[in-house]
């Protein structure tokens, strides 16, 4: 892995200890030497990653749409600021430039795009990594969600599973190292893509 997209709130949320985690990862990321991609903000839990992995050294690649772009929601000080049309772009921007995906605390955005990484692998769109970062239990209700569904019936064991978990960012980045794809996987994109 070179690089991970990581999807958060804009907001820092109602926890001091959401922005700590970003932090943490930031710091984490640039331990190991993996560069970011993130959507580009400098609010909220955005910018605190976004921050923390700038201030280490290491590589921080953004992807915003234009409607976003502005002074006040663009962080100015990235090694690379994509900006792209629609929200869409921007989802595949990421994808196409990270090896495998986080999810920290955040609100509907975060959600969709958390979901959609995980679809796109469930269907073998991709064969990259997908976990949360569980911040004091904040994700403890998707993982309910998650086996609610399985004992429905409407998601199988296997899907669920590919969602990979952790409580501290080396917990999470050491997991999603350890990932390899489930065999018999298959992928879209040709495998430079992937």
Known sequence: MKRL???????????????AAARALGVELVKRGLGLV??????GLMGVLADAVLGGGGEVIGVIPGPLATPELA???????????SMHERK???????????ALPGGLGTFEETLEVLTWAQL??????VGVLDVEGYWEGL???LAHAVDERFVRPEYAALLLWGATPGELL?????????TGARAWLRP???
Not at 5 to 19: L, Q
């Open 5 to 19: 997209c990581v999807f958060c709130g804009s907001s820092e949320g109602a926890r001091p200890a959401y922005a």
């Open 38 to 43: 993130y959507g580009g903000g400098s609010v």
């Open 75 to 85: 962080h100015t000080g990235l090694d690379e600021l994509r900006v792209v049309g």
């Open 92 to 102: 595949a921007t990421m994808a196409a430039l990270a090896d495998g995906f986080v």
């Open 124 to 129: 073998g769109i991709h064969t990259k990594p």
């Open 143 to 145: 993982r309910r969600l």
């Open 174 to 182: 050491d997991r999603l190292a350890a990932w390899r794809p489930p």
């Open 192 to 194: 430079e893509q992937t």
